[in-house]
Antibody
Framework: EVQLVESGGGLIQPGGSLRLSCAAS????????MHWVRQAPGKGLVWVSR????????GYADSVKGRFTISRDNAKNTLFLQMNSLTAEDTAVYYC???????????WGQGALVTVSS | QSALTQPPSASGSLGQSVTISCTAT?????????VSWYQQHPGKAPKLMIY???KRPSGVPDRFSGSKSGNTASLTVSGLQAEDEADYYC??????????FGTGTKVTVL
């Protein structure tokens, strides 16, 4: 069974940093693109970032480019999102997801809540 | 990366059909076939319903169908059931190795 489990969320002050992790199991992690998607409370889904299995081919949403860094450890089956210079607008549930089908995110984690507030 | 535009709400009676549109700027949807649709119930993670414009993942009922014409993609839910009441989001790959989601549509089953 495919499982994605996010961790590392919490309350952080504006300007602070946080690192999210996504532990993957039930599939060959280093064969798949992985994504981060976020959802502010009561709002819609927003794509954040995407990372190729090789760890080199990366895409970011304009809203996080230069502040967020996606990475992965294929040996530990884990995806990361390093978030710096956080603002209130970054408050959201952050989901990691596996791109199993062309352009389609078939598997999602339960989400990690990040709250940026003083 | 502008969000894809969806109507905020749509509704249909039990057993009837509802169609949701997803409209993009010319640079988003026109040249790509990686349009997907997601269903999200309150408090739950999204679920993939359609990928590559028209394809259904294993386990998704054939009541769900997708199409695309020019810069507009559509999701049709036929034979509406109570459990279809949810938020629906389209998405597409865009330029520079990025993706974009739609603004979301709340579907109500009357």
């Amino acid at each position: 069974e495919v499982q994605l489990v996010e961790s590392g969320g919490g309350l952080i002050q504006p300007g602070g940093s946080l690192r999210l992790s996504c532990a993957a199991s039930g599939f060959t992690f280093n064969n798949y693109w992985m994504h981060w998607v976020r959802q502010a409370p009561g709002k819609g889904l927003v794509w954040v970032s995407r990372l190729h299995p090789d760890g080199m081919n990366i895409g970011y949403a304009d809203s996080v480019k230069g502040r967020f860094t996606i990475s992965r450890d294929n040996a530990k089956n884990t995806l990361f999102l390093q978030m710096n210079s956080l603002t209130a607008e970054d408050t959201a549930v952050y989901y990691c997801a596996r791109e199993d089908l062309p352009g389609g995110l078939s598997n999602w984690g339960q989400g990690a809540l990040v709250t940026v507030s003083s | 990366q502008s969000a894809l535009t969806q109507p905020p709400s749509a509704s249909g009676s039990l057993g009837q059909s509802v169609t949701i549109s997803c409209t993009a700027t010319s640079s988003d949807l026109g040249g790509y076939n990686y349009v997907s649709w997601y269903q999200q119930h309150p408090g739950k993670a999204p679920k993939l319903m359609i990928y590559e414009v028209t394809k259904r993942p294993s386990g998704v009922p054939d009541r769900f169908s997708g199409s695309k014409s020019g810069n507009t993609a559509s999701l049709t839910v036929s034979g509406l059931q109570a459990e279809d009441e949810a938020d629906y989001y389209c998405s597409s790959n865009a330029d520079s190795n990025t993706f974009v989601f739609g603004t979301g549509t709340k579907v109500t089953v009357l």
